[in-house]
Every structure is written in C-alpha cells, then in structure tokens.
C-alpha cells in the first residue's frame, strides 16, 4: 500500500515542519528531507510533487543551499515557497533582488491572472510575508500571477512544467487562503487524491504489524504519555496478547493518572499490562535532594533499572515498541543545542532489554496525528488531549526535596486548577497547566489562626511547540476561583500566586 507523497525540501525556514503538517491534513503524505537530496534520490523517491521551503539565506549568499536545475526538470510539479521561489527564479535564469525594504507581517495581495493555484480563492486577500529579497523578474515561459504594490512577483509559474512560485508563506494561519492555495497545488496541479487519512493508517499499520511481528514477543514501556498510548494500543490490536507492556509507575504522575492507565488500557483493552508500583523507591532516592539537574538524573536511571527488572521477568522478546513520532526523527538529524535541562524519556531502555528488533509504529506522524490515531483506536480524550508532561513528572514541580507530604498538597491544588480551567472551557486554548510549589512558605490567616504554609504558583502557557511560550491571560475570575478553592480545600497551601513570565527568559517547567 504506497501512498501518494509530496517531497518537501527543507532549506532552513522555521515553518518547513508546519508546511508538511499542512500537507497531510490535506490527506496528502508527505515527508521532509534536507535541500541536498539529489536527482537520483528524488527520482526514486518518487514524488508527486515537490515543495521548496523557505530559508533564512539570500539566494546570493556563498554559503546559500541552491539546488541542481535537472530538479526542476523531472516533470514533477514544484511549488517554491518564499527562498524556494526566489531560488526557482535565480536557477532558470529569472532575477531575484534585495527589495527597498523588507517586508514582514500581513499584506493584501492581488491575483492578476488565473491559474490552478487561484481557484477559490478571492482576488485580493492577506498574506503573510517574512523577506527581504524578491524576484523582480520571472524566467522566460513563466508569467507572473500575482503581486502586492511593493512586491512585484508575488506569484508566478508555468502552469505547462507545473513550477510555481509564492513570496508568503501560504503555511501560516495569518495568510487567509494559504491553506486553500496548497491545497490547489496539491490537488489541482499534483493530482493528488487525498489518500492519507488515520483510519487508512490504522488499517495499514496493523496490517504490517501483523505481517511482520507475525506470532512473536512484544515489548512496550508505558508512561501514560501520548505516544507510548497510541503506539501500544495500534501493536495490542495488530497482535493482541503477545505484547506484554510495562508501566513504571514512579509515584510521580498526577492525581488519577496512574489509575486511569490501569483502567483504560488493562481493564478496557485487555492489555497484558504490568504496573511497576515503584512510587516508595523513587521517594527514597530523592530524599535530601534539591537541585534539579540532579532530580532528573536519578529519576532517569532509577526509571531504567526498575524497568530492567520487570525485563528481565519476562526474558528475551523478539520485538520493542517505542513512541518515537515524526519530529523526533527529523531532529536526530541536527545539530543538538545546549542543554537546558537533561530530557528524560525512554532512550536508555534498549541497552537493558534482550530484544532483536525496534518497532516504532509512530515514525512517521507528527504529533496531532498521533492524537487522531489514539481517537481513530477509541481512546479516551484524557489519554488522546494530554497535555506534555514531562518524564520527571511533578517531581520538578515541587521545588527542593520531593516529600510524601507536598506531593499530595501539589496534586490536590493542581488536580482544582485543571478542574476549573476546563470547567471554564479553556483546555484546549493553553498549551500546558499545572501547579509548582515554590521552596517558600508564607505568614496567612485562617479562621483567626495565624497559618505559615506552602506558596503554590500556578503555571499556564500558550505555545506551539514548546521551544517558545507566553503565559496565557486566564480571566482574572476564573483565578480568583482556582486561589479560593485551593487555599480553602487543599491543606498546607495558604498563598496562590500566578506565574508571568514567558520562555525565554523562563522555561515551561520551574526546574
Ligand atoms: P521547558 O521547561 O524546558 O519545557 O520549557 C519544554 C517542554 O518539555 C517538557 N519537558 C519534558 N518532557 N521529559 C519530557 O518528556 C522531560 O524531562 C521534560 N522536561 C520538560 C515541558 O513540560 C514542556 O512541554
């Protein structure tokens, strides 16, 4: 079962995920792969069509990424995208200048000829622009299509080779009908037929898991994220009982996490599945430790070696499923930036397993495609729309020492913040929610008793991917409501107080 698949050359632009995300919701596949994949690699990848991304280079720059003119003579429809277009141009022989004055944010722009790529789309509308060089002349045989009074060549093509060229950035919500000029590229000058949909993906996934697991071991490590979720519930539908998945439970979660993993996913499906209950082990080996570089260290090996020790329990297996999705696949590709804070998640756990094979269902999907296949799989919305969580868990919430005592406090306090933002119909805005006990403890006054308790702040952030964040502005009643209730309901808190800050200069998480 090939699908049909669009190319997407990345050359350096912050959007080039977002414009393969935009492309499969379009029921279209695609892939990203970097801008030097030569002709003979396109050619057996055998696109049916190819998208240039933006960048942040001039295409005059020494060091700029150009690409070899027999790409643009393969017969394959192109689409360049802002550096894609003005790279097109400068390759065939067009010309490409430093405008006057570049150009960012929302501009009106007008169609002044028909193409495939205007159909629906109205004559003027705003699109969203972020250069500084443009063409200011098309190759010979290409006309151009479009223009805003100061860019002159802000759509163009040769609708007989099927190569366009757009100076915005049609992948941004801020351009009105971007998103209905890809979709023209897409189907109108690629023919494509919209054969990616999640309920073709389950079908086909658990067909060749199937196939190839055949009637063999599975492994799976469950950490009631998202991913681990989708990817044990697509391999348990494909090989039912044969797979065997392990949730180490390190004491950590939220309130009614542990349980609802227990619930859903052994009671409901029928899982094989083993909670290690290691809540008491984890607290022993955090006692007296405050920094958080050093919280996260021990959390992670100690994560590892109660997970070997279910292992080893079982014995050797033929396969290990792992969440890997599609964003982590591109980034193990680049170049690794400073550590901010060591990341703990599954990576260390195929050196202590006896396996012969990794199965990584999820490789090629970006995250809310993942989320479709849980819900396509019928997983609840709590496992499906869970907010990132970090692998830490709340022990990176609790500033200082991890005890039994402010665990409860925290899970309580952010058991009601949860409540109520999702009582005031704002889940789905925020990124991430959650409650911190900051180290500090302050003077309060409850029923004529002078009180000295825990500082609880709460965190909300609004975000696309988490590399960037600003606090989201929770009205001020709801507020008032979260403080009220969990100063009156969770012991030990006497003082609410709302975090401000965005990333940078802060991060997400307190530690
Ligand atoms: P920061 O705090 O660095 O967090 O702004 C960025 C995102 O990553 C999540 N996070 C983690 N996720 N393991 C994870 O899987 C971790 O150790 C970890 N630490 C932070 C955080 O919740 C946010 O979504």
Same mark, same amino acid.
């Given at each position: 079962?090939?699908?049909?698949?669009?190319?997407?050359?990345?050359?350096?632009?912050?959007?080039n995920?977002?414009?393969?995300?935009?492309a499969?919701?379009?029921?279209?596949?695609?892939?990203?792969?970097?801008?030097?994949?030569?002709?003979? *690699?396109?050619?057996?990848?055998? #696109?049916?069509?190819?998208?240039?991304?933006?960048? #942040?280079?001039?295409?005059?720059?020494?060091a700029?990424?150009?690409?070899?003119?027999?790409?643009?003579?393969? $017969?394959?429809?192109?689409?360049?995208?802002?550096y894609?277009?003005?790279?097109?141009?400068?390759?065939? $022989?067009?010309?490409?200048?430093?405008?006057?004055?570049?150009?960012?944010?929302?501009?009106e722009?007008?169609?002044?000829?028909?193409? #495939?790529?205007? *159909?629906?789309?109205? =004559?003027?509308?705003?699109?969203?622009?972020?250069?500084?060089?443009?063409?200011?002349?098309?190759?010979?045989g290409?006309?151009?299509?479009?223009?805003?009074?100061?860019?002159?060549?802000?759509?163009? $093509?040769?609708?007989?080779?099927?190569?366009?060229?757009?100076?915005?950035?049609?992948?941004?919500?801020?351009?009105?009908?971007g998103?209905?000029?890809?979709?023209?590229? %897409?189907?109108?000058?690629?023919?494509?037929?919209?054969?990616?949909?999640?309920?073709?993906?389950?079908? @086909? =996934?658990?067909?060749?898991?199937?196939?190839?697991?055949?009637?063999?071991?599975?492994?799976c490590?469950?950490?009631?994220?998202?991913?681990?979720?989708?990817?044990?519930?697509?391999?348990?539908?494909?090989?039912?009982?044969?797979?065997?998945?392990?949730?180490?439970?390190?004491?950590?979660?939220?309130k009614?996490?542990? @349980?609802?993993?227990?619930?859903?996913?052994?009671?409901?499906?029928?899982?094989?599945?083993?909670?290690?209950?290691? $809540? +008491?082990?984890?607290?022993?080996?955090l006692?007296?430790?405050?920094?958080?570089?050093?919280?996260?260290?021990?959390?992670?090996?100690?994560?590892?070696?109660?997970? +070997?020790i @279910?292992?080893?329990k079982?014995g050797?297996v033929?396969?290990?499923?792992?969440?890997?999705?599609?964003?982590?696949?591109?980034?193990s590709?680049k170049?690794?930036?400073?550590?901010?804070?060591?990341?703990?998640?599954v990576?260390?756990?195929?050196?202590?397993?006896?396996?012969?094979?990794?199965?990584e269902?999820?490789r090629?999907?970006?995250?809310?495609e993942?989320?479709?296949?849980?819900?396509?799989?019928?997983?609840?919305d709590?496992?499906?729309q869970r907010?990132?969580?970090?692998? #830490?868990g %709340?022990?990176?919430?609790?500033?200082?020492?991890?005890?039994?005592?402010?665990?409860?406090?925290?899970?309580?306090?952010?058991?009601?913040?949860?409540?109520?933002?999702?009582?005031?119909?704002?889940?789905?805005?925020?990124?991430?929610?959650?409650?911190?006990?900051?180290?500090?403890?302050?003077?309060?006054?409850?029923?004529?008793?002078?009180?000295?308790?825990?500082?609880?702040?709460?965190?909300?952030?609004?975000?696309?991917?988490?590399?960037?964040?600003?606090?989201?502005?929770?009205?001020?009643?709801?507020?008032?409501?979260?403080s009220n209730?969990?100063?009156?309901e969770?012991?030990?808190?006497n003082?609410?107080?709302?975090?401000?800050?965005?990333?940078?200069?802060?991060?997400i998480?307190? +530690?």
């Amino acid at each position: 079962m090939q699908h049909q698949r669009v190319l997407v050359l990345d050359f350096g632009g912050q959007y080039n995920q977002l414009i393969a995300r935009r492309a499969r919701d379009l029921g279209v596949y695609c892939d990203l792969k970097p801008c030097d994949m030569t002709v003979g *690699e396109i050619r057996a990848y055998d #696109p049916i069509g190819i998208i240039f991304t933006g960048g #942040p280079n001039s295409v005059y720059d020494p060091a700029a990424p150009h690409i070899d003119r027999a790409v643009l003579g393969l $017969g394959i429809p192109v689409l360049g995208i802002c550096y894609g277009s003005q790279l097109i141009a400068y390759t065939l $022989g067009g010309k490409v200048e430093h405008a006057a004055m570049s150009e960012y944010g929302k501009r009106e722009f007008s169609f002044l000829k028909e193409s #495939p790529l205007s *159909e629906g789309i109205p =004559q003027t509308s705003v699109c969203w622009m972020s250069h500084t060089d443009h063409v200011t002349e098309v190759p010979d045989g290409f006309a151009v299509l479009a223009s805003t009074p100061t860019c002159p060549v802000t759509v163009y $093509g040769n609708a007989e080779k099927a190569i366009y060229g757009v100076q915005f950035h049609p992948e941004v919500v801020h351009s009105e009908y971007g998103n209905k000029l890809l979709e023209n590229f %897409l189907y109108r000058v690629c023919g494509a037929k919209g054969d990616w949909t999640m309920g073709g993906f389950v079908a @086909e =996934q658990v067909a060749l898991l199937k196939e190839k697991i055949g009637d063999k071991k599975v492994l799976c490590a469950m950490s009631g994220g998202v991913d681990s979720a989708v990817a044990a519930t697509l391999v348990h539908r494909a090989v039912g009982s044969q797979l065997t998945c392990v949730f180490v439970d390190h004491g950590l979660l939220r309130k009614g996490e542990s @349980e609802e993993v227990m619930s859903v996913f052994k009671d409901g499906l029928g899982m094989n599945l083993i909670r290690a209950d290691a $809540g +008491e082990r984890f607290l022993k080996k955090l006692e007296g430790v405050c920094e958080p570089e050093e919280k996260r260290k021990i959390i992670g090996a100690e994560f590892i070696k109660v997970f +070997e020790i @279910e292992a080893k329990k079982i014995g050797a297996v033929d396969f290990l499923v792992q969440g890997t999705i599609y964003p982590d696949v591109i980034e193990s590709g680049k170049d690794k930036s400073a550590v901010i804070k060591s990341h703990h998640n599954v990576g260390g756990l195929p050196s202590v397993v006896d396996f012969k094979e990794i199965v990584e269902p999820l490789r090629d999907l970006f995250k809310d495609e993942v989320r479709r296949v849980g819900a396509e799989l019928g997983l609840p919305d709590s496992v499906v729309q869970r907010q990132p969580f970090p692998g #830490p868990g %709340l022990a990176i919430r609790i500033m200082g020492e991890v005890t039994r005592e402010k665990l409860e406090t925290l899970r309580d306090a952010d058991y009601i913040f949860r409540e109520e933002v999702a009582k005031a119909g704002l889940a789905g805005k925020i990124w991430q929610y959650f409650a911190v006990i900051t180290n500090s403890k302050t003077v309060g006054v409850q029923g004529d008793f002078r009180t000295y308790e825990n500082v609880i702040a709460l965190r909300a952030v609004t975000s696309v991917d988490a590399m960037t964040a600003d606090w989201a502005r929770i009205p001020y009643d709801v507020l008032e409501r979260i403080s009220n209730r969990i100063t009156n309901e969770v012991p030990h808190a006497n003082r609410i107080v709302y975090d401000i800050t965005s990333k940078p200069p802060a991060t997400i998480e307190w +530690e």
